[in-house]
Each structure stands twice: as C-alpha cells, then as structure tokens.
C-alpha cells in the first residue's frame, strides 16, 4: 500500500527520536518513521540548559527520583524501575557521548553543548534506517480497527503503530480529545515570580543559600538557593514552587503572597541571638554587621525595611526593631504579581490525562496500538534534567512495548 509504514511517530523532539532509535534498532524489518512539522527537529534538546543540555539528573533511587514530579510521581515509578537515570547515562556512553555530574547533581554532556547529544541522534536514527520527514505537519488522526490514517501538510500516510511524541502542542492534544482522551488544560510551570519590593529592587544578583519560602493560604512550601533578579526571584527554592503549584498559581491568576525565612530558624531563637549582639557588638553598626552567613547587601535591606537606620549601632536599637528583624529575617511577606520565563527550562504541566495510559506500556487505554511518550502526557517536573528523563523513560518503554507486539 503507498505511504504505508509500520509506525509513525509524530513529533521529531526529545522523545520522538528517542523512540524511533530504540525501536528501529530492535526491528530492523519493520519501518519507522519520524513526522516532524518543522524544517529541522530536536530545537528543544538544542536550547536546553542553556545550549547546554541537562539530559538527566544523578538520582539513582526510583522512589527519590519520583519526588521531583509534581504530576506523575505515582505513574512512574513503575517505569522507572525498567529505565533511570543510570540506563540514560549507559546509554549514552555506549555511543560515545560520555556525560558529567555537576555540584547539584544536573548531568551534561561533557563537551557541555547539546549539539552533541543532536550529532548522536541523528547518526543513530540514520545507522537505524529511521526515516525522518520534516515539513510535515500532522493535521488529522484517524484509529480504524487495524490501523491509522494520518494527515499530514504533505499528505496521507498509515500505519500500524502510532506513537504521540509532539510534546505539549495543543492541536494535538485536540485532536487526541476528538478520538477519545481527556486532556488536563495545559498551564505553565517552571517560571519566576515578579515581586516589586523595595527590599529587593536595587540587589539583582544577591543569592540567600539556602532559604524556605511558605505560599500564604496554602500548603505549597520549598527550601533551597534564592536568587534575587531584576524583576523577582528565582532560583532552586522558587522554581520548585512554580511547579509544585504551577495548577494553584494559573487559578490565582498569579497573584499571591509568600512567606521568606532566609536564615530558616525559627523567629524566638533568631531573636535570642540578634538580642545578645546588642552586648557583644554594641558599638557596631547594625547594617555593617551582617549574620546568619547572609550577603551583605541583603543583609542591609532587611535591616532598614525593619526601621533601622543606617547610623544605628546594636546598643542604639529598642525592642521593637530587634523584632522587626527577627520577622525579616525569619517571616518577611512579598506580594507576587506575575511570572516571568526562567530561560534555562521551561515545561507545560496537563496534558493526556494520566489514567488513561497504561505505564507498562506506554500505550493508551483508550485507543489500541496508540503510544505516548514525553510532554504530551500529564507529567512534568522541576528544573535539574528530569523531565528529559521523562522522556527517555516513556521512549524506551515504548520501544519495548512495540518491539514485544
Ligand atoms: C528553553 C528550554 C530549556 C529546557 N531545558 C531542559 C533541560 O536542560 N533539561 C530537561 O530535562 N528539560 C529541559 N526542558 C524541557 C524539555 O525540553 C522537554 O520536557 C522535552 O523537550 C519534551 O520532549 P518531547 O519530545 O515530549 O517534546 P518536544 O521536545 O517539544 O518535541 C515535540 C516535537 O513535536 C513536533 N510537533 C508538534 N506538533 C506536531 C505536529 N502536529 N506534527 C508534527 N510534528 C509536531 C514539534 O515540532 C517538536 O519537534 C527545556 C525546555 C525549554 C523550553
């Protein structure tokens, strides 16, 4: 039959070729083929991590690894346990491309630029014989009872297997919700917040090491690195946030309040100590004597916003500035007004709902011989290479599914 291949998998990204590799490698006589709407594929992979490319994150344990999903922490568990971080890294070293573990556990090719990891799908995919056709735009699906017509910007093609890899694009995602499937409503996730405030207005750049912020009137909660910017915040302990409440925020319409503990003790012991500084520093200058390991400069604002003056010395100062203080520094309240795009990674949260695949398969529940793999599916997670492995994990579990049928 013209234009007939055993499977098609739409979407030329992270998960598309990552699939069509595995596969193709493991049944040489069946044909596969990539459909890609654009001139070139894998554009994502090449602006990752800041043209860096954060393939996947040293954790070991399927059960630590899982923490990091806000959606799919139950779901993939399972597949995880058939393909981790550790396959990933095996992976690609067994075609040359040898990847490193930087400080917080981010791993990076070691040339440290994602064309390697480009150069070594696209040699694969050729060595495979996978066929890939760019230009073409999937338009329409159709599930018969034995196969699939799929229409393209370029025309009509069937097959037998067809695999979801277009990431989150939401003609797709309709044209899955026509055939069947429900769709979470996509929203952002992994963004900063904006906060004007005049305690952080002249400081972009300042990092406090290790913070907790608390999102008021909810459970939300992250610890870790915060990093002052010219608009807000970002960094570790507000990126967490943004995808753990990346569903909460688009309903606030981005408009919330947050609770900083910078130094994070409680506020009675941080008064105990700054309390006994009026004794053991009394003829310093309060705002040149900087504690708890905090940058100077962030130091200095949190002891004007708590009434401080710049002459003051620690014998100068009455009770209610040393509370004051002790609240800035343990319990101070921004008002966040918006988001902003962190330009390293950014990932759509919703998509195919997940009780609708099968996680041993990879393929849907709904529609037999329908496979998903990557950001089409209601998963995402924080920043650090995990959703990367997200889509190498669905890839190969496809790939495996496909081969065994
Ligand atoms: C700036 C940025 C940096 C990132 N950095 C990292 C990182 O360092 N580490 C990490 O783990 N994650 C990172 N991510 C997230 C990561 O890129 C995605 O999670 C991952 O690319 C998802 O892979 P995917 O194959 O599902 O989708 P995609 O990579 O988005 O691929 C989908 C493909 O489908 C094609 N397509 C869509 N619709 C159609 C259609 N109708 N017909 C034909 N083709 C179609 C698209 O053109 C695209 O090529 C980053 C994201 C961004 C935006």
């Given at each position: 039959?013209?234009?007939y291949k055993?499977?098609?998998?739409?979407?030329?990204?992270?998960a598309?070729?990552?699939?069509?590799?595995?596969?193709?490698?493991?049944?040489?006589?069946?044909?596969?083929?990539?459909?890609?709407?654009?001139?070139?594929?894998?554009?994502?992979?090449?602006?990752?991590?800041?043209?860096?490319?954060?393939?996947t994150?040293?954790?070991?344990?399927?059960?630590?690894?899982?923490?990091?999903?806000?959606?799919?922490?139950?779901?993939?568990?399972?597949?995880?346990?058939?393909?981790?971080?550790?396959?990933?890294?095996?992976?690609?070293?067994e075609?040359?491309?040898?990847?490193?573990?930087?400080?917080?556990?981010?791993?990076?090719?070691?040339?440290?630029?994602?064309?390697?990891?480009?150069?070594?799908?696209?040699?694969?995919?050729?060595?495979?014989?996978?066929?890939?056709?760019?230009?073409?735009?999937?338009?329409?699906?159709?599930?018969?009872?034995?196969?699939?017509?799929?229409?393209?910007?370029?025309?009509?093609?069937?097959?037998?297997?067809?695999?979801?890899?277009?990431?989150?694009?939401?003609?797709?995602?309709?044209?899955?919700?026509?055939?069947?499937?429900?769709?979470v409503?996509p929203?952002p996730?992994?963004?900063?917040?904006?906060?004007?405030?005049?305690r952080i207005?002249?400081?972009?750049?300042?990092?406090?090491?290790?913070?907790e912020?608390?999102?008021?009137g909810?459970?939300?909660?992250?610890?870790?690195?915060?990093?002052?910017?010219?608009?807000?915040?970002?960094?570790?302990?507000?990126?967490?946030?943004?995808?753990?409440?990346?569903?909460?925020?688009?309903?606030?319409?981005?408009?919330?309040?947050?609770?900083?503990?910078?130094?994070?003790?409680?506020?009675?012991?941080?008064?105990?100590?700054?309390?006994?500084?009026?004794?053991?520093?009394?003829?310093?200058?309060?705002?040149?004597?900087?504690?708890?390991?905090?940058?100077?400069?962030?130091?200095?604002?949190?002891?004007?916003?708590a009434?401080?003056?710049?002459?003051?010395?620690?014998?100068?100062?009455?009770?209610?500035?040393?509370?004051?203080?002790?609240?800035?520094?343990?319990?101070?309240?921004?008002?966040?007004?918006?988001?902003?795009?962190?330009?390293?990674?950014?990932?759509?949260?919703?998509?195919v709902?997940?009780?609708?695949?099968?996680?041993?398969?990879?393929?849907?529940?709904?529609?037999?011989?329908?496979?998903?793999?990557?950001?089409?599916?209601?998963?995402?997670?924080?920043?650090?290479?995990?959703?990367?492995?997200?889509?190498?994990?669905?890839?190969?579990?496809?790939?495996?599914?496909?081969?065994?049928?």
């Amino acid at each position: 039959m013209a234009n007939y291949k055993d499977i098609i998998i739409i979407g030329g990204g992270a998960a598309g070729f990552f699939a069509a590799i595995n596969i193709a490698k493991e049944n040489p006589e069946r044909s596969v083929t990539i459909l890609e709407r654009g001139k070139e594929g894998l554009q994502k992979v090449k602006i990752s991590g800041g043209g860096r490319c954060n393939v996947t994150h040293a954790e070991f344990m399927p059960s630590e690894l899982v923490l990091n999903y806000p959606r799919g922490e139950k779901e993939l568990l399972g597949p995880f346990h058939s393909f981790m971080t550790g396959d990933t890294i095996a992976w690609f070293e067994e075609r040359g491309v040898d990847l490193k573990i930087e400080e917080d556990g981010r791993m990076f090719p070691v040339s440290n630029s994602s064309q390697t990891i480009i150069d070594c799908f696209i040699s694969e995919a050729k060595m495979y014989n996978v066929e890939v056709l760019y230009n073409h735009s999937v338009k329409t699906l159709d599930a018969r009872a034995t196969d699939f017509i799929v229409q393209t910007s370029q025309g009509e093609l069937t097959c037998n297997k067809l695999v979801i890899a277009t990431g989150s694009n939401p003609k797709i995602w309709k044209i899955l919700n026509d055939l069947g499937h429900t769709i979470v409503p996509p929203v952002p996730s992994l963004f900063t917040f904006d906060i004007k405030d005049k305690r952080i207005k002249d400081i972009p750049g300042v990092v406090a090491k290790n913070v907790e912020v608390k999102v008021l009137g909810t459970d939300l909660v992250s610890e870790g690195p915060l990093l002052i910017t010219h608009v807000g915040m970002s960094a570790p302990a507000i990126l967490k946030l943004s995808a753990f409440g990346a569903v909460e925020f688009a309903d606030l319409n981005y408009n919330f309040k947050i609770e900083i503990n910078f130094i994070k003790q409680d506020t009675e012991s941080c008064l105990n100590h700054i309390k006994a500084l009026k004794y053991t520093l009394a003829k310093k200058s309060v705002i040149k004597s900087a504690q708890f390991d905090l940058p100077k400069r962030l130091w200095k604002q949190l002891v004007l916003a708590a009434g401080i003056s710049n002459s003051e010395r620690w014998a100068d100062i009455n009770k209610q500035q040393l509370e004051g203080l002790a609240d800035q520094l343990t319990k101070a309240v921004f008002n966040v007004t918006g988001k902003s795009t962190f330009k390293e990674e950014f990932v759509t949260a919703g998509g195919v709902d997940l009780k609708e695949v099968n996680f041993k398969t990879f393929e849907s529940k709904r529609i037999p011989n329908l496979y998903f793999a990557g950001e089409v599916i209601n998963v995402d997670a924080v920043t650090g290479g995990f959703n990367f492995q997200n889509a190498w994990t669905g890839a190969y579990i496809v790939s495996q599914s496909i081969t065994k049928t």
